[in-house]
Every structure is written in C-alpha cells, then in structure tokens.
C-alpha cells in the first residue's frame, strides 16, 4: 500500500548536505514511517557540484535559485543545511510559502535572525519547525532524557558539559566558520550549542543566569581558501598566501545556574589537541547520576544512589537493546552498535512521524526551543564581551 508522499527540499550540499540526504534515504528502511519521504529538489550554488551531488544521493531534481524553488506547490518540507547566515532569511520565506522547515544549528548566526525565526514560526500555525539537535537521538542521550523524566537523578546539583575539538590549527585556511559575519560565533555557536541543548533537552530545566564567560581567539589571521572543503568540517581546504582576519571566538568557557538550582559549566574549544569530537556531559542529581562521551556513543553510564552503598557504582549500560532503549529496535541486534549517521536518521524519521500526526520518540526542538539555546549563547557572549554576570532574561 501506497503512502502518501513527503516532497522535500534541501538548500545545501557540503557537510550537512550529506548527512541529511543520508538520513532521508535511510529513515523508510528502517522506521515504519506513516508518510514517505521523497528527496525531490536539491538547491546550491553551484551548478555543476549540484549535478554531481544530486546523481550520488538520489535528489530528483536541482535548482541554483532557492527563492524560487520554495515556491514549488509541489514541495511539503524544506530543509536548510546553508551557513548560518542564511538561516534566516530562507526559513522565513518557507514558512511564508507555507512550507514545513527544518533547519541546521545552530537556529541563526545572530539573536536577532533567532528571533525574527520565532516569530515567523508563531505566526505560522499549520506549519512545523524542528532544528537539528542530532544529538538528541543518539540512543545514550535519549536514555539519559528518560532516565531524568522517570526519577532517577532527583533533585540535580550538578551539570558539565563540555565539547572538545582539535581541528581548528593555525594551518587551516580561512573557511567560513572563521568569520563572524557568515557563522554568527565560533566554537559558541558551533559546539556550546549542542551541548546546552543538551543540558535543556536531558535535565528539562532552563539555564537561568550566566554567572562568568571567557571567549578566546588563539588564531586570529588564516590564509585565505584558494580550494573549499570536500564536504567535511575543513577536510580538503587549501589555502593561498594572502592572509585574513579570524574573529570567532575559538573556545568559550561559562559558567551558569540552571532554574532548579543545579550549577553548570560549559566548555567548547576547536583546539583541545587530542579530542577530535568529545560532546559530552555529566549531571549529578540527589538520586543518581548519568555520563555520556560521544566517542563512546553506544554507551550511557548510570549511577544510582538509591542502592545499598556496598552495590553504588558507576554503570556501563550499552544502549543497543531493541524494546529498552530509544531507537535501538530500529537498528541491529545487541552490541551491533551504531555510528554518527544514526543519530540524523532517528532525527529525519521522528520529523517524518511528526509530520504524519504520529508521536516521536523524544521531544524533537522546534523554533521556539531552539530559541530559549540561542538565548543562552547571547547572554554567554555577552558575559565574556562584558565581563559580568548576564540573566538569561535580559535577552529577549
């Protein structure tokens, strides 16, 4: 039996590019979806990169003009994995052409553009929004989210969350997550981002106050690209001799309270030599504790507390067992265990359950979440541009 079909457009072919289109070829074979995604348009600015990514992952059709392709009466969702200074402006004109937009993280590259997000979406009551937390879906995280809403960490006195990167050396050229005018921010945007959606997504409480922040620029000129990326972070970037001015922020470290009255910290740096993709977190709660590490994704630890002290200990749960853990009945027997691209494949399947009126898994971020992050990121920056104490209410 036939269903009926979910006509996609995605605007952008690097990185995300390849994610998503991954993700929506893979999410029908593996979830019993109640609509059917179809990969109909891809949009980019190049027309023969385009053809060529277009044949490789099965898009149906191109286009090099996004303004006119959201137009498409044809098109149901539009999915935009651009640089963060275009998130705006292209979700804005989707939800005005009455279309369903999905849309990478982080939400904007400015508060302002966040905001003017929001309320577009507001103002768009038949259309969905969701924002690209994969990390929600990693099987661990979405343990972790149930283990929190269930009891298990009571009353929290501790949250550390931290992303760790060493890619960003002097060597790397100019690429546009170096510049404040296309990225927003740095490492800010970039990391910090997953991690206090994290933090919001597991503990179900808001960051209330940005107690201190220090930003940090250790490279501030890069040679400019004479060849872009092939489709990873920076992999394949070359540069020339002239050089340019770097003015993100390469790590930022801050300290918070959250509403419940549990303390945080929040730590992201592109130049933590040795961590090549360290996303993770620890909350200590009254009743038990929970530790993730993505490069150890297949696992979440637990602690209980509750138990007689002769038995307390810290806990490897391997979260691949279809019927206890999210998502893993989708994927492959016990220990058979999953990768990066699961994580946008669960995200492209709950969209798609959404969307049909079913229930996701977990709660998937829509504008209006994801704008309570980029609040945070503000008052973040602002506290380290400022050098004092910044509530999170003063952003609005």
């Known amino acids: 039996m036939s269903k009926t079909a979910l006509n996609i457009c ?8 390849r994610t998503h289109s991954n993700a929506y070829l893979k999410a029908a074979k593996f979830f019993d979806l109640p609509l059917d995604p179809v990969m109909h348009t891809l949009v980019g600015r190049n027309a023969a990169e385009l053809e060529e990514f277009r044949v490789r992952w099965g898009w149906k059709h191109m286009s090099t003009d996004w303004r006119k392709t959201i137009q498409d009466p044809a098109i149901q969702l539009v999915d935009i994995g651009t640089p963060n200074n275009m998130h705006a402006e292209m979700s804005i004109a989707a939800l005005e052409a009455g279309k369903h937009v999905a849309c990478e993280k982080p939400m904007a590259g400015t508060i302002d553009q966040a905001r003017q997000m929001r309320d577009a979406a507001r103002k768009a009551k038949n259309q969905k929004t969701f924002v690209w937390y994969n990390y929600r879906r990693v099987p661990a995280v979405a343990l972790a989210y149930q283990f929190a809403r269930e009891g298990k960490l009571g009353k929290l006195f501790h949250v550390r969350a931290q992303y760790l990167q060493d890619w960003a050396g002097p060597d790397v050229p100019l690429i546009w997550r170096f510049q404040k005018s296309v990225a927003g921010s740095g490492a800010n945007g970039d990391l910090n981002a997953h991690i206090i959606d994290m933090a919001r997504f597991i503990t179900g409480e808001e960051v209330n106050e940005i107690e201190g922040a220090i930003a940090e620029t250790f490279v501030k000129q890069r040679k400019l690209p004479s060849q872009g990326p092939s489709g990873g972070i920076a992999g394949g970037t070359k540069g020339g001799g002239a050089m340019g001015p770097s003015d993100v922020d390469d790590a930022m470290i ?4 959250m509403q419940g009255g549990a303390i945080a910290s ?7 030599t040795g961590n090549e993709n ?3 977190i620890e909350i200590n709660g009254e009743k038990g504790a929970i530790k993730f590490d993505f490069e150890d994704m297949n696992h979440l630890y637990y602690y209980d507390a509750t138990a007689p002290r002769k038995q307390q200990g ?3 749960i391997m979260v691949t067992h279809g019927g206890d853990h999210p998502y893993a009945g989708n994927w ?3 220990a058979h265990v999953i990768g ?3 994580g946008f494949i669960n995200q492209a399947a709950d969209m798609v359950m959404v969307l049909g009126g079913k229930q996701p898994v977990v709660p998937l971020p829509d504008f209006e979440d994801a704008y309570k992050t980029q609040q945070v990121l503000e008052a973040a920056m602002m506290s380290a541009e400022q050098r004092r104490p910044v509530k999170v209410s ?3």
């Open 10 to 17: 995605l605007i952008g072919q690097k990185f995300m590019g």
């Open 254 to 257: 801050f300290l918070a309270r």
């Open 266 to 272: 929040f730590e992201s740096t592109r130049f933590a």
């Open 278 to 280: 360290r996303n993770g």
């Open 314 to 316: 810290w806990t490897q």
């Open 332 to 334: 492959w027997p016990d």
């Open 340 to 342: 990066y691209e699961h």
């Open 394 to 396: 003063e952003i609005n």
